[in-house]
């Protein structure tokens, strides 16, 4: 069955350990080299059909992550995923190479398109290739779709050394208050999720499946089991749940069986069998981790 992951920054598995052990396997928020407080508030705002946040990368820093948080995270059962964040490529490379020599941990997720902080002084390619110099570990690199071509980007980073994809982050959007007319977060624009989302994920996923044969994590805008579907036919291998969560914590169980449901209502016994379907032939496998299986990334 397809595994189902939450999205970073969307389940906080310290306080919903529950939730969180009912995925296939669980991604930390981003963690960055040293503590941020991130934005000021307002920080979270509700939008028509989506959710406006401006976080700014809050989290302990990696010194306090490995000490107080990694143990808990590695009591949950789950496969574990840790989200990487910074500023440049020194910062990768410090988080990565600290994360490396913990067995633990699955997959280093690369947060390479966080909207609300300041973008890294070097490109993905160099962000993929400095972190993929000090670790082993597969790497799957976090794109935006607020690019001019997802698919060159995604073709760079597989050239860096990255194992996949996930795809995609926030985009850019901005909410005014009613009354007042200005703006309702403190740092005025915000990263959108939400139901708005989903369209512009499956053209991302669609398109950087074809262009770099990587396997996907799709995510953006999924609230059922028929998202899943078309996210796995447009070329993901697994998707991640976002602003659901917020709304429907019980979202991972109600999905797998909408899932279930939409694929006997096609006649198909296995979601590999509509993987990718969309491009109207097989195309390149997204069942390895450049030769490493999957099962080391998720939970079977």
């Given at each position: 069955?397809?595994?189902i992951?939450?999205?970073?920054?969307?389940?906080?598995?310290?306080?919903?350990?529950?939730?969180?052990?009912?995925?296939?396997?669980?991604?930390?928020?981003?963690?960055?080299?040293l503590?941020?407080?991130?934005?000021?508030?307002?920080?979270?705002?509700?939008?028509?059909?989506?959710?406006?946040?401006?976080?700014?990368?809050?989290?302990?820093?990696?010194?306090?992550?490995?000490?107080?948080?990694?143990?808990?995270?590695?009591?949950?059962?789950?496969?574990?995923?840790?989200?990487?964040?910074?500023?440049?490529?020194?910062?990768?490379?410090?988080?990565?190479?600290?994360?490396?020599?913990?067995?633990?941990?699955?997959?280093?997720?690369?947060?390479?398109?966080?909207?609300?902080?300041?973008?890294?002084?070097?490109?993905?390619?160099?962000?993929?290739r400095?972190?993929?110099?000090?670790?082993?570990?597969?790497?799957?690199?976090?794109?935006?779709?607020?690019?001019?071509?997802?698919?060159?980007?995604?073709?760079?980073?597989?050239?860096?050394?990255?194992?996949?994809?996930?795809?995609?982050?926030?985009?850019?959007g901005?909410?005014?208050?009613?009354?007042?007319?200005?703006?309702?977060?403190?740092?005025?624009?915000?990263?959108?999720?939400?139901?708005?989302?989903?369209?512009?994920?499956?053209?991302?996923?669609?398109?950087?499946?074809?262009?770099?044969?990587?396997?996907?994590?799709?995510?953006?805008?999924?609230?059922?089991?028929?998202?899943?579907?078309?996210?796995?036919?447009?070329?993901?291998?697994?998707?991640?749940?976002?602003t659901?969560?917020?709304?429907?914590?019980?979202?991972?169980?109600?999905?797998?069986?909408e899932?279930?449901?939409?694929?006997?209502?096609?006649?198909?016994?296995?979601?590999?069998?509509?993987?990718?379907?969309?491009?109207?032939?097989?195309?390149?496998?997204?069942?390895?981790?450049?030769?490493?299986?999957?099962?080391?990334?998720?939970?079977?």
């Amino acid at each position: 069955m397809t595994a189902i992951l939450n999205a970073s920054g969307c389940l906080d598995a310290l306080t919903a350990p529950d939730i969180a052990r009912s995925l296939d396997a669980y991604v930390t928020k981003t963690v960055t080299p040293l503590p941020r407080g991130g934005n000021a508030p307002i920080r979270i705002a509700e939008t028509d059909g989506g959710l406006l946040n401006s976080i700014g990368l809050a989290n302990p820093g990696i010194e306090r992550f490995l000490d107080e948080s990694l143990p808990t995270f590695l009591r949950l059962g789950v496969p574990l995923w840790v989200s990487v964040g910074g500023f440049c490529a020194e910062d990768y490379a410090l988080v990565c190479s600290a994360l490396d020599e913990h067995d633990g941990v699955a997959v280093l997720e690369l947060n390479l398109s966080c909207p609300n902080v300041e973008a890294p002084s070097e490109s993905v390619p160099g962000l993929v290739r400095a972190a993929r110099e000090v670790t082993d570990k597969p790497l799957y690199a976090k794109l935006s779709p607020s690019v001019p071509d997802i698919a060159a980007t995604a073709r760079a980073a597989r050239e860096a050394g990255a194992d996949g994809l996930s795809l995609v982050n926030t985009v850019r959007g901005l909410a005014l208050d009613p009354r007042t007319l200005r703006p309702r977060l403190a740092t005025a624009t915000g990263g959108l999720s939400g139901s708005l989302l989903r369209p512009i994920a499956l053209a991302a996923v669609y398109e950087c499946y074809r262009a770099s044969g990587l396997p996907i994590v799709g995510m953006g805008g999924i609230s059922s089991g028929r998202d899943v579907l078309e996210l796995l036919a447009a070329g993901a291998a697994a998707v991640a749940l976002g602003t659901i969560l917020f709304a429907d914590p019980g979202a991972p169980a109600r999905i797998r069986g909408e899932l279930t449901a939409a694929l006997d209502e096609l006649g198909v016994d296995n979601a590999d069998d509509i993987r990718a379907l969309a491009h109207g032939d097989a195309g390149p496998s997204p069942s390895t981790l450049n030769g490493r299986s999957m099962v080391r990334a998720t939970r079977t």
